[in-house]
């Protein structure tokens, strides 16, 4: 019975709402290039991405091995597949919502306060985003309960810009991710 009412309470976790309100001061609008290492930030990236995705690799690989598909269990998490990359940004801060473009080919648009589902074909998640004090943060959970969360801020006085990517496992680990951004000469 008490197994009953723990799974109930881990089954289905939501997204709450974040501050639709921007606050007073903080613009994250610009142009910005990372100052870290493209390659190795991505290679970071791919790692959280395995660590947290919920599918077991070894056991995968071990049935295609032996011939097989692998198991219909052997699915994981797809929050990441929502979250873009990208050496140079461009964040638009408008009145009502957050327009980044990563790399000049790929523009999101994140309304300040939101909360729905996000679809990228097949694959659902949560979104949520909105302001948590100074940061703009923005909250991508799925299905089997692998968790992205995005969190900008602005460093040394709006000189640099850090987003922060934690990827959160189904069985609630986290691996961070940090990236940090300079402003470009020209924005």
Not at 3 to 32: F, M, N, R
Not at 70 to 98: K, M, S, W, Y
Request: hydrophobic share 35%.
């Amino acid at each position: 019975m008490l197994g009953l009412a723990l799974a109930a309470c881990v089954a289905q976790e939501t997204l709450l709402p974040k501050s639709p309100a921007p606050p007073v001061g903080i613009d994250l609008g610009g142009d910005w290039r990372m100052t870290d290492d493209y390659a190795a930030i991505s290679r970071e990236i791919a790692l959280a991405v395995r660590i947290t995705d919920g599918i077991d690799e070894r056991q995968l690989i071990q049935q295609i091995r032996k011939g097989g598909p692998g198991r219909a269990g052997d699915t994981g998490g797809v929050a990441h597949l929502f979250i873009e990359n990208a050496p140079d940004i461009r964040i638009t801060q408008a009145r009502h919502a957050l327009f980044i473009s990563f790399g000049r080919s790929v523009v999101e648009e994140y309304r300040y306060g939101e909360l729905r589902i996000a679809r990228i074909g097949e694959a659902t998640a949560q979104r949520s985003s909105g302001w948590e004090g100074d940061d703009y943060v923005i909250e991508t959970l799925d299905r089997e309960r692998m968790k992205v969360t995005e969190r900008y801020r602005l460093l040394d006085g709006g000189r640099r810009l850090e987003r922060l990517l934690t990827y959160r496992s189904r069985t609630m680990s986290e691996v961070p991710v940090r990236q940090v951004f300079e402003r470009a000469p020209d924005s």
